[in-house]
């Protein structure tokens, strides 16, 4: 096994990236943070504050520093421009504990995350093609420029393969045509713009593991619940950033901050809609265990990364039982699908490359949901009713 040492991680002021990057520290690797803040930013803009308000990153390593004594180095910058991620993988970007050599591996979560941002207008749109295609295409450049060995580590989503009528595969498909075999990569049919860079990003990635043999790994992830992982626990300061709006919010912490705030459920039509779901705490496992053994060179590896698979209503039904549980009445209604998708459907993921690296899964047990219920309801007072409905339609 090749112990990775130095990590770079992209986005990392973000919902997951931050507790990755505590994470790995406490995990014994070297770690820096990149961001360019646009999820703030982007926040800001569309009105739709996080429930909790966290500093920003150079101040939440500060604390973390004090907390624990462990280093993560931060530099604030944007990944499509080429020449400060440069300085980056020189290190000038840092300080000088961080070093000249360039990362044994990155883990790229720094793209533009949301489906209904990706669908709010033209220009919305094409800011997501260009943060996520040129942000990766940097990404693949640097990785060639300064250490072709750097393993790369991509945020993908399960939402690239659609919702097709046969088993879903990790990442490749074998076909026999005309008495001939051959391995693909998955048939791809995202379901909104973003899900489709999704897609692209991970294209150009197998375009060039093929040409340059770089190793990578593509992390087709499901969507994420949760508020706390271990390293939180901490101080309130070291929360990840948590939205439970139409737009940055996954459904699970939505449904979780409406509940608490008294709002019915908000199922977009029939609620059969099925994804592969998991626990905050399961995904820097996953990207960790990615990290710790890493793809071989000239290898795009796959892994469909999620733990149990739930529809739309059975959610739901979990944070009803969760509001029981604490005396809350929760009300379910169905509105109309300001999506295009089908919302009754076949979907039988496979999912087993990360448990045989040895994930052990967090399941959305009744006593987790109701926890994470009880830890929402802290910050009712900070609800915004409004950020809750619906805003933007595919159509
Ligand atoms: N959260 C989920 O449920 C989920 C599910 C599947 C896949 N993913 C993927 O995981 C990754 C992380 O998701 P997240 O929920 O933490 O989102 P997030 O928005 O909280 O994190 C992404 C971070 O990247 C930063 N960023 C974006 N573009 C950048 C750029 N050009 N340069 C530097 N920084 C940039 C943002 O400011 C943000 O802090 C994303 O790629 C997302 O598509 C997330």
Redesign the pocket.
């Known amino acids: 096994m090749t112990m990775t040492k130095k990590v770079l991680i ?9 507790p990755t990057a505590m994470y790995l520290t406490k995990l014994g690797y070297k770690v820096a943070a ?9 926040c800001h803009e569309l009105n739709v504050e996080p429930l909790i308000d966290v500093p920003n990153m150079q101040i939440r390593a500060a604390l973390h520093k004090d907390l624990t004594q462990r280093t993560i180095e931060v530099a604030v ?5 080429y020449a400060f991620l440069q300085k980056v993988f020189e290190g000038k970007a840092f300080s000088s504990g961080w070093g000249p050599e360039p990362p044994d591996a990155v883990i ?7 489906a209904p941002y990706s669908m709010i207008d033209r220009e919305k749109a094409v800011f997501t093609l260009t ?2 295609l ?2 990766t295409a940097n990404l693949i450049h640097a990785v060639r420029e300064y250490n072709r060995d750097c393993h790369i580590v ?6 690239v393969y659609g919702t097709p009528n046969i088993d879903i595969e990790e990442g490749y498909l074998d076909v026999e045509h005309k008495g001939r075999r051959h391995k693909f990569l998955y048939p791809k049919a995202p379901g909104s713009l ?1 899900h489709l860079t ?1 897609a692209q990003d991970g294209d150009m990635l197998y375009f060039y593991v093929r040409m340059w043999d770089l190793r990578v790994t593509d ?7 949760g508020i706390e992982t271990d390293d939180t626990l901490k101080d309130d300061r070291l929360f ?2 948590f ?1 439970y709006d139409d737009v ?1 919010g ?1 459904v699970l912490n939505r449904f979780l901050v409406q509940a608490a705030a008294g709002f019915p459920l908000t199922v977009y039509g029939k609620g059969g809609q099925t994804r592969g779901y ?1 626990d ?1 705490k399961d ?1 820097l496992a996953c990207v960790e265990l990615s990290v710790r053994h890493p793809a071989d060179r000239g290898k795009y590896r796959v892994f469909n ?1 999620f733990v149990e698979l739930f529809s739309v209503n059975e959610l739901a039904e979990k944070v009803v039982q969760a509001g029981r549980n604490l005396g809350l009445k929760v009300e379910v209604k169905s509105i109309p699908n300001p999506r295009r998708e089908a919302e009754d459907h076949y979907y039988n993921p496979a999912h087993t490359g990360l448990l045989d690296l040895g994930l052990q899964p967090h399941c959305l047990t009744d006593e987790v949901a109701t926890q994470m219920l009880a830890h929402v309801m802290k910050y009712k007072g900070r609800i915004q009713r409004d950020y809750i409905l619906p805003r933007v339609s595919w159509l």
Do not use: C
Request: overall charge neutral; proline content about 3%.
């Open positions: 992209l986005g990392g002021d973000g919902y997951l990236g931050w990149v961001d360019s803040y646009f999820r703030r930013w982007a910058g944007d990944i499509t421009n790229h979560y720094a793209e533009q995350p949301s943060n996520n040129v942000g991509k945020l993908g989503t399960m939402g973003y999704k992390l087709n992830q499901g969507p994420v619940y990840s950033i939205n940055f996954t998991l905050i995904t990364q």
